[in-house]
């Protein structure tokens, strides 16, 4: 029961009328009635139905007008509602209603004697209190119905992916149903499960997934539940998957490139080299398969390979949505190719190795070739089985070889070897080594701080511990400036203080400025190596004060005094350099004021700035790439305007390691031709040449006269396709080599027009036609002799001669063949009964029978 609470009823009918029962005064100081009514009723066909409506909480006696009644409204015609009672009394003149109305009490319920379909509907109570004072009270009563819908055919919805939907399912049925949604066979898309209950299915994003049968259900408890189908088709722009991009063949070899597509609407599948469209031809067939999950294959066979069918074909899928498309690179098969590996030392830190965040260490091996290359690895000379170890890996795609938590059983010497089925290349080997902590010369002192005197306005040197370690280390000096809450570190530069080679720092001459506690900083020699250049050990800490001179005179304050220059520290009076490295020349000179430095060639030639860069005042000369041409007497001169100029001389000798004047090239030529390889090196010692042919020596004595050297050039005459492969050159000297490599690629002579069968397909066209001609009137023949059966033995005459020249048996009626020397045979000669086979592209095979 509903029940709703009622303002008092003087105020109702307004405040000048709250007179009347002690119990309408009750009300007026607050008391509030109440109407109570039925709710929503439902009954089943042929059921009394008993619908309340009563007024509670109050007494109305003495209230003129008071009434209750029942009317059926109708909502969509409100003109076509009906009165159906007053009070107690029935107003219609009909048996179908009574009304029930206990005595002493305010409650007129109507009863319906026989619930029918007509008498559904909402049935209103109005309570009148009298002068236009009313309560209305709604009551919808139905007949009870199991849930269905309207219509029950299976829908299908299709959409795009992509696309937001929502699917709306509005079952009848009273009570009104629960609506139930399931995907068959798989769980909902978004909502996940096996059901979701609601009347909209929403599907914010739809993917191709999401296609499939759906169902909705309704249900209410009466009968069985009602379900409504929905088929649901997703639309998507063609998908294409290739299982290769890169399809390797040599020529001649029959290759074939295949796509699979899949596509809703299905889709047209097409090939394209560049932008034209491939039809199919003589040498290439096109084929499309359709199978039962709607994907479509389609393949594209080159049946024999030539040079010009090289290139990228597109596999291009469309359909109403979109079109799709992949590239197939077809490439002719070619030896490998190293194309990056590591430097000649690759080093690991033993202690940093065992971090967790620590990074494997990586040989590098990466070669080119067709197919692509495998990868090999040797270790000492011997094969080396990474596999077994699970420190060891190989990087997918490359030769990389990766080494977690390295140790020292692991150092040695590695080699790559990069292999296909047309050769072999290989890497320069590569050392595997742990580097060396850094120790110093006063590793043993107690201290590595040192207080150090140095006399104002004299020349000084600071020495730094010398260090040890692999990689060799090198030696710098910084200042430490100690600030309020930090120490920054600041790299000397000062034209008077100069850092020299092996570590040692020497002043020009000494002021004020380098006293360490006056100027609150320290000096400290520190060592890093190549290996962690951002790593540096600290070798020792310098105190220096400055000092009144012992002599008294003090050159800084009077301008009469000075310091004569006079050399500190100068390279060797012979010096050997390495071509291809920076290299450097020192020329430091002590002296007050500051002396300037200048360089020059004793040989008259000029020391430009592109090739050559002085720095500290002209206290270092460094040659930025050296060449074998800077071979000769370098001078320096330093003067710093007292006494007479100072010069030192230098010899420079440059020597040459063996360097490649040009890298070799790959090469693709054609069988028969005659080629050459040049192995061109530049070395100040006697060089020895070492061909290799996919990582061997390359015999060139007692075999093929086809290969010969001559100098630093390999010439190969007549290739063949056995030549091709990897072909190396190592160029040694006393003291180092060089290795670099190129392929060779060795195309058949002809390219396409040596068929396999070694006949040319000149004139195919005429052939066809010719072929066709002939069929055509085999088969005009052919109609003539039905007709004429009576003149079979002249016909079989007839026919004889025309199959003899078309070289086919003619059957007779028994099962023999006849046609003489014409008759079919087998590829041995022998004649045995044979299919016809007139077999040009497709052409039927024909067989005559009277």
Same mark, same amino acid.
């Given at each position: 029961?509903?029940?709703?609470?009622?303002?008092?009823?003087?105020?109702?009918?307004?405040?000048?009328?709250?007179?009347?029962?002690?119990?309408?005064?009750?009300?007026?100081?607050?008391?509030?009635?109440?109407?109570?009514?039925?709710?929503?009723?439902?009954?089943?066909?042929?059921?009394?139905?008993?619908?309340?409506?009563?007024?509670?909480?109050?007494?109305?006696?003495?209230?003129?007008?008071?009434?209750?009644?029942?009317?059926?409204?109708?909502?969509?015609? /409100?003109?076509?509602?009906?009165?159906?009672?007053?009070?107690?009394?029935?107003?219609?003149?009909?048996?179908?209603?009574?009304?029930?109305?206990?005595?002493?009490?305010?409650?007129?319920?109507?009863?319906?004697?026989?619930?029918?379909?007509?008498?559904?509907?909402?049935?209103?109570?109005?309570?009148?209190?009298?002068?236009?004072?009313?309560?209305?009270?709604?009551?919808?009563?139905?007949?009870?119905?199991?849930?269905?819908?309207?219509?029950?055919?299976?829908?299908?919805?299709?959409?795009?992916?992509?696309?937001? #939907?929502?699917?709306?399912?509005?079952?009848?049925?009273?009570?009104?149903?629960?609506?139930?949604?399931?995907?068959?066979?798989?769980?909902?898309?978004?909502?996940?499960?096996?059901?979701?209950?609601?009347?909209?299915?929403?599907?914010?994003?739809?993917?191709?997934?999401?296609?499939?049968?759906?169902?909705?259900?309704?249900?209410?408890?009466?009968?069985? /539940?009602?379900?409504?189908?929905?088929?649901?088709?997703?639309?998507?722009?063609?998908?294409?998957?290739?299982?290769?991009?890169?399809?390797?063949?040599?020529?001649?070899?029959?290759?074939?490139?295949?796509?699979?597509?899949?596509?809703?609407?299905?889709?047209?599948?097409?090939?394209?080299?560049?932008?034209?469209?491939?039809?199919?031809?003589?040498?290439?067939?096109?084929?499309?398969?359709?199978?039962?999950?709607?994907?479509?294959?389609?393949?594209?066979?080159?049946?024999?390979?030539?040079?010009?069918?090289?290139?990228?074909? !597109?596999?291009?899928?469309?359909?109403?949505?979109?079109?799709?498309?992949?590239?197939?690179?077809?490439?002719?098969?070619?030896?490998?190719? #190293?194309?990056?590996?590591?430097? %000649?030392?690759?080093?690991?830190?033993?202690?940093?190795?065992?971090? $967790?965040?620590?990074?494997?260490?990586?040989? =590098?091996?990466?070669?080119?070739?067709?197919?692509?290359?495998?990868?090999?690895?040797?270790?000492?000379?011997?094969?080396?089985?990474?596999?077994?170890?699970?420190?060891?890996?190989?990087?997918?795609?490359?030769?990389?070889?990766?080494?977690?938590?390295?140790?020292?059983?692991?150092?040695?010497?590695?080699?790559?070897?990069?292999?296909?089925?047309?050769?072999?290349?290989? *890497?320069?080997?590569?050392?595997?080594?742990?580097?060396?902590?850094?120790?110093?010369?006063?590793?043993?002192?107690?201290?590595?701080?040192?207080?150090?005197?140095?006399?104002?306005?004299?020349?000084?040197?600071?020495?730094?511990?010398?260090?040890?370690?692999?990689?060799?280390?090198?030696?710098?000096?910084?200042?430490?400036?100690?600030?309020?809450?930090?120490?920054?570190?600041?790299?000397?530069?000062?034209? %008077?203080?100069?850092?020299?080679?092996?570590?040692?720092?020497?002043?020009?001459?000494?002021?004020?400025?380098?006293?360490? $506690?006056?100027?609150?900083?320290?000096?400290?020699?520190?060592?890093?190596?190549?290996?962690?250049?951002?790593?540096?050990?600290?070798?020792?800490?310098?105190?220096?004060?400055?000092?009144?001179?012992?002599?008294?005179?003090?050159?800084?304050?009077?301008?009469?005094?000075?310091?004569?220059?006079?050399?500190?520290?100068?390279?060797?009076?012979?010096?050997?350099?390495?071509?291809?490295?920076?290299?450097?020349?020192?020329?430091?000179?002590?002296?007050?004021?500051?002396?300037?430095?200048?360089?020059?060639?004793?040989?008259?030639?000029?020391?430009?700035?592109?090739?050559?860069? #002085?720095?500290?005042?002209?206290? !270092?000369?460094?040659?930025?790439?050296?060449?074998?041409?800077?071979?000769?007497?370098?001078?320096?001169?330093?003067?710093?305007?007292?006494?007479?100029?100072?010069? *030192?001389?230098?010899?420079?000798?440059?020597?040459?390691?063996?360097?490649?004047?040009?890298?070799?090239?790959?090469?693709?030529?054609?069988?028969?031709?005659?080629?050459?390889?040049?192995?061109?090196?530049?070395?100040?010692?006697?060089?020895?040449?070492?061909?290799?042919?996919?990582? %061997?020596?390359?015999?060139?004595?007692?075999? *093929?006269?086809?290969?010969?050297?001559?100098?630093?050039?390999?010439?190969?005459?007549?290739?063949?396709?056995?030549?091709?492969?990897?072909?190396?050159?190592?160029?040694?000297?006393?003291?180092?080599?060089?290795?670099?490599?190129?392929?060779?690629?060795?195309?058949?002579?002809?390219?396409?027009? $040596? !068929?396999?069968?070694?006949?040319?397909?000149?004139?195919?066209?005429?052939?066809?036609? =010719?072929?066709?001609?002939?069929?055509?009137?085999?088969?005009?023949?052919? *109609?003539?002799?039905?007709?004429?059966?009576?003149?079979?033995?002249?016909? $079989?005459?007839?026919?004889?001669?025309?199959?003899?020249?078309?070289?086919?048996?003619?059957?007779?009626?028994?099962?023999?063949?006849?046609?003489?020397?014409?008759?079919?045979?087998?590829?041995?000669?022998?004649?045995?009964?044979?299919?016809?086979?007139?077999?040009?592209?497709?052409?039927?095979?024909?067989?005559?029978?009277?």
């Amino acid at each position: 029961m509903w029940s709703v609470a009622l303002l008092p009823l003087c105020l109702l009918a307004g405040v000048g009328r709250c007179g009347g029962s002690p119990t309408a005064k009750r009300e007026a100081e607050g008391t509030s009635p109440k109407i109570t009514y039925s709710k929503e009723t439902i009954a089943k066909e042929g059921d009394e139905v008993k619908i309340d409506c009563a007024v509670e909480g109050v007494d109305l006696t003495g209230i003129a007008g008071f009434s209750v009644s029942w009317s059926k409204i109708n909502e969509e015609k /409100p003109t076509n509602s009906y009165p159906i009672a007053t009070n107690d009394k029935v107003l219609l003149f009909s048996n179908k209603f009574r009304v029930d109305h206990p005595a002493d009490s305010h409650q007129y319920s109507l009863i319906i004697k026989s619930m029918t379909e007509e008498d559904t509907g909402l049935y209103r109570c109005t309570v009148n209190f009298g002068e236009d004072q009313k309560i209305n009270a709604d009551v919808p009563v139905t007949l009870q119905k199991a849930p269905y819908f309207t219509d029950d055919f299976t829908k299908t919805l299709t959409v795009t992916e992509g696309d937001a #939907i929502s699917i709306d399912c509005q079952p009848g049925g009273s009570p009104k149903p629960d609506v139930y949604w399931e995907r068959l066979n798989q769980e909902l898309p978004y909502y996940g499960g096996k059901f979701f209950k609601s009347n909209q299915l929403d599907i914010p994003l739809i993917e191709r997934s999401h296609k499939g049968h759906y169902v909705c259900y309704a249900d209410n408890g009466i009968g069985d /539940p009602a379900n409504s189908h929905v088929i649901l088709e997703v639309q998507f722009v063609p998908e294409i998957t290739v299982a290769k991009d890169r399809v390797f063949a040599s020529v001649t070899e029959e290759v074939v490139m295949e796509c699979k597509v899949l596509a809703h609407p299905p889709a047209d599948v097409a090939w394209f080299k560049g932008d034209s469209p491939i039809l199919g031809s003589a040498n290439m067939r096109l084929k499309t398969e359709t199978l039962e999950d709607g994907l479509v294959v389609s393949s594209l066979a080159v049946n024999q390979v030539s040079p010009e069918d090289v290139g990228t074909y !597109t596999c291009r899928a469309l359909n109403t949505i979109g079109t799709t498309e992949k590239d197939i690179a077809l490439m002719t098969k070619s030896p490998p190719l #190293i194309l990056k590996q590591s430097g %000649r030392e690759v080093f690991y830190d033993n202690e940093r190795s065992r971090l $967790r965040d620590a990074l494997p260490v990586v040989l =590098e091996c990466e070669a080119d070739g067709a197919p692509s290359p495998k990868y090999r690895w040797t270790k000492d000379d011997k094969a080396f089985i990474w596999q077994a170890d699970p420190r060891i890996s190989m990087e997918e795609g490359t030769g990389n070889l990766l080494i977690s938590d390295p140790t020292m059983d692991d150092n040695g010497l590695y080699q790559c070897f990069a292999y296909n089925d047309l050769g072999t290349a290989v *890497s320069n080997p590569i050392y595997l080594l742990n580097i060396t902590r850094i120790e110093f010369a006063n590793d043993k002192d107690e201290s590595d701080t040192y207080n150090v005197e140095a006399e104002l306005g004299r020349p000084f040197k600071l020495s730094c511990p010398e260090a040890y370690g692999y990689p060799t280390p090198s030696l710098s000096w910084v200042k430490a400036i100690q600030h309020e809450t930090q120490i920054e570190l600041v790299f000397l530069s000062d034209d %008077r203080i100069i850092a020299g080679p092996n570590g040692s720092l020497w002043f020009t001459h000494v002021t004020q400025a380098d006293d360490t $506690r006056l100027n609150n900083f320290q000096y400290i020699c520190l060592a890093n190596t190549s290996f962690a250049p951002y790593d540096y050990s600290m070798a020792s800490v310098i105190e220096l004060t400055v000092k009144d001179p012992a002599d008294g005179a003090h050159n800084l304050q009077e301008e009469a005094l000075n310091v004569e220059s006079f050399p500190m520290y100068t390279s060797p009076a012979t010096v050997q350099f390495i071509a291809g490295r920076e290299n450097k020349l020192y020329c430091i000179y002590g002296g007050e004021p500051v002396p300037e430095v200048s360089w020059r060639r004793k040989d008259g030639r000029e020391i430009n700035s592109t090739h050559f860069s #002085i720095k500290n005042s002209g206290s !270092t000369l460094i040659f930025l790439d050296t060449k074998v041409d800077d071979a000769g007497v370098y001078e320096c001169a330093a003067t710093n305007g007292v006494g007479r100029v100072k010069s *030192s001389a230098m010899t420079v000798t440059v020597v040459q390691v063996p360097t490649f004047v040009r890298k070799m090239a790959s090469l693709t030529v054609e069988e028969g031709a005659t080629i050459d390889f040049h192995c061109e090196v530049e070395a100040s010692d006697n060089v020895t040449l070492l061909w290799l042919y996919n990582g %061997r020596p390359l015999p060139l004595t007692g075999g *093929s006269v086809r290969r010969t050297v001559d100098g630093s050039r390999l010439t190969l005459t007549d290739v063949t396709t056995n030549d091709m492969g990897n072909y190396a050159c190592n160029a040694t000297t006393a003291t180092a080599y060089v290795y670099d490599q190129a392929t060779l690629t060795v195309m058949p002579a002809g390219g396409f027009s $040596r !068929t396999r069968g070694g006949a040319s397909c000149e004139g195919l066209t005429e052939l066809r036609a =010719e072929v066709a001609q002939l069929k055509d009137t085999l088969q005009a023949i052919y *109609s003539v002799v039905k007709e004429q059966q009576e003149l079979a033995q002249g016909t $079989r005459d007839i026919l004889t001669k025309v199959a003899d020249k078309l070289q086919v048996p003619v059957t007779r009626t028994d099962g023999a063949s006849e046609g003489g020397d014409n008759a079919a045979t087998t590829e041995e000669g022998e004649g045995e009964g044979v299919e016809p086979a007139l077999d040009v592209e497709n052409q039927t095979a024909t067989t005559l029978t009277p």
